[in-house]
């Protein structure tokens, strides 16, 4: 789905990444790992078009996106949620939503789909709070909800979990398993007879049927990533080190990249 080839991207002359070669595979959900400062959010950012790479190709579908503006990306259904999230702290929590939909007035979807209040159910509760009155862990489900908002088939994720509570971490786990899970496999969504989570599975359901989710993102916290993704990337000092399937992922790797 998404294919990154011999990528070099440099802030003035301080070459930052090097020669990446990266890829996520359709219906995937990769974890990109490493250090602080190796690089990973600066890569995130050459997919979403919000800084250039100075050469090397990326490819979405077959297209090459990197002439691409960042609007551009959102219509093809590439999601972006951000490290920090930046919601708009004195917008409410439905005017917040309501900018998602920017991306997808041509797709004719005038208003926040209802399966958005399925999956996270406290943004019904909170419409009218500004978004800057929530909890970190509220923030970030809104930051997601405004997100899913695009339909995207690529939901691109930096670091949801930073300085959120233990609980809302677990909530926010599982609803990236189940948005990235359910395509195309014998559903593990069984129903639960416990109506809040029942309406979490049909949101995701509706989701994932029409639309599939691949999933891309960064997470410095290894049980969360071990938990939620099936594949792993590590970077250090802005270049690819190791790559594979999350079982793969060794202590001597962790070691070696990733504890500090
Ligand atoms: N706007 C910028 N201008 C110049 N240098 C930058 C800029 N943004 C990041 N850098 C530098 O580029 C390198 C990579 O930063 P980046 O934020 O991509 O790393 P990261 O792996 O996402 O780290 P973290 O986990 O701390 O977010 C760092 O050395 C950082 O200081």
């Known amino acids: 789905?998404?294919?990154?080839?011999?990528?070099?991207?440099?802030?003035?002359?301080s070459h930052t990444l090097w020669d990446m070669n990266f890829e996520v595979p359709a219906g995937s959900c990769v974890c990109l790992m490493g250090r602080?400062?190796?690089?990973?959010?600066?890569?995130?950012?050459?997919?979403?078009?919000?800084?250039?790479?100075?050469?090397?190709?990326?490819?979405?579908n077959g297209a090459v996106l990197n002439n691409a503006k960042p609007e551009q990306r959102a219509e093809l259904g590439i999601g972006y949620v951000p490290q920090g999230r930046e919601i708009f702290p004195l917008l409410t929590v439905e005017e917040?939503?309501?900018?998602?939909?920017?991306?997808?007035?041509?797709?004719?979807?005038k208003k926040v789909p209802d399966h958005i209040y399925e999956i996270f159910p406290v943004l019904k509760q909170m419409l009218k709070r500004r978004g800057g009155d929530l909890s970190g862990g509220q923030q970030?489900?809104?930051?997601?909800?405004?997100?899913?908002?695009?339909?995207?088939?690529?939901?691109?994720l930096d670091e949801p979990t930073e300085g959120i509570q233990p609980n809302i971490v677990t909530e926010i786990g599982d609803v990236i398993i189940r948005l990235n899970r359910?395509?195309?496999?014998?559903?593990?969504l069984l129903k639960t007879g416990d109506a809040a989570k029942d309406d979490v599975r049909e949101g995701i359901i509706k989701i994932k049927n029409e639309l599939g989710v691949t999933i891309?993102?960064?997470?410095?916290?290894?049980?969360?990533?071990?938990?939620?993704?099936?594949?792993?990337?590590?970077?250090?000092?802005?270049?690819g080190v190791a790559v594979g399937s999350m079982s793969e992922l060794n202590e001597?790797?962790?070691?070696?990249?990733?504890?500090v």
């Open 1 to 13: 789905m998404l294919n990154i080839s011999a990528l070099n991207q440099f802030y003035g002359g």
């Open 36 to 60: 602080n400062g190796v690089g990973k959010t600066t890569l995130l950012k050459c997919i979403m078009g919000l800084i250039a790479a100075r050469d090397g190709t990326i490819n979405y």
């Open 96 to 109: 917040n939503l309501q900018i998602g939909l920017r991306a997808v007035r041509k797709q004719g979807i």
């Open 140 to 156: 970030q489900q809104l930051a997601i909800g405004r997100a899913l908002v695009l339909n995207p088939k690529l939901l691109i």
């Open 182 to 188: 359910a395509k195309g496999i014998p559903t593990p």
């Open 216 to 239: 891309l993102l960064v997470e410095q916290k290894l049980p969360f990533a071990r938990k939620v993704a099936d594949r792993f990337y590590i970077m250090d000092r802005g270049r």
């Open 252 to 259: 001597g790797m962790v070691k070696q990249y990733l504890t």
